[in-house]
């Protein structure tokens, strides 16, 4: 167990390495950043991003909630989404899951009475389950039912970016960015792809923005 001013002694530490490395280091991020990764995750503590990929402040713009959804009436993931895409235009976007996720088994579990809020939150993925509960309870272990649908509550995430007109706009206007669904293994520290989604892939015409003709 570390105390709060153990983390700061060893922040001081850690800029004062990075600064006799690199005495530049600092004074270039001061002025602006221009991320190409959105990297949308869990809160997760064990999911720890840009260690896991050997990146270096600047370079992953950022978003967790648990369970690392993408949900249409969610303005700080949008507005997070928006921003990456229309002003730091980033090149790929990560929806990132993790394999043991405490917030997809909990959702696969009944609504606790002491998380009213989350449960609310987790609606979302309880709905995704029901999409593939045949494939899920077809299962016969516990926990390849529960990373199963860690794997597909990504693959709906995915979808649900390229649902949004943030996206869709930007497909059409930059041919960027590109969407990749990934999971990562706390258990082994490894990350695997399962879907990417390129700039004008098909997605289903029912979520489609009607061009505007010119009349
Ligand atoms: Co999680």
Known sequence: MQSCEALLQKNKQWAKQKQEQDPEFFSRLATKQSPEFLWIGCSDSRVAPEIVVGAEPGEIFMHRNIANQVIHTDFNCLSVLQYAVSILKVKHIIVCGH????????????????????????????????????????????????????????????????????????????????LHGWVYGVHDGELRSLITLKPNDDINPIFQYQKISAE
């Open 99 to 178: 394999y043991n996720c405490g917030g997809i088994k909990a959702a696969l579990d009944k609504q606790r009475p002491d998380l009213l809020i989350t449960n609310k939150w987790l609606m979302h993925v309880k709905n995704t389950y029901r999409l593939h509960q045949t494939e899920i309870d077809g299962l016969e272990n516990e926990d390849d039912r529960l990373n199963r649908l860690v794997e597909l509550n990504v693959i709906e995430q995915i979808h649900s970016l390229s649902h949004t007109s943030i996206i869709q706009n930007s497909w059409l206007e930059n041919e960027s960015p590109t």
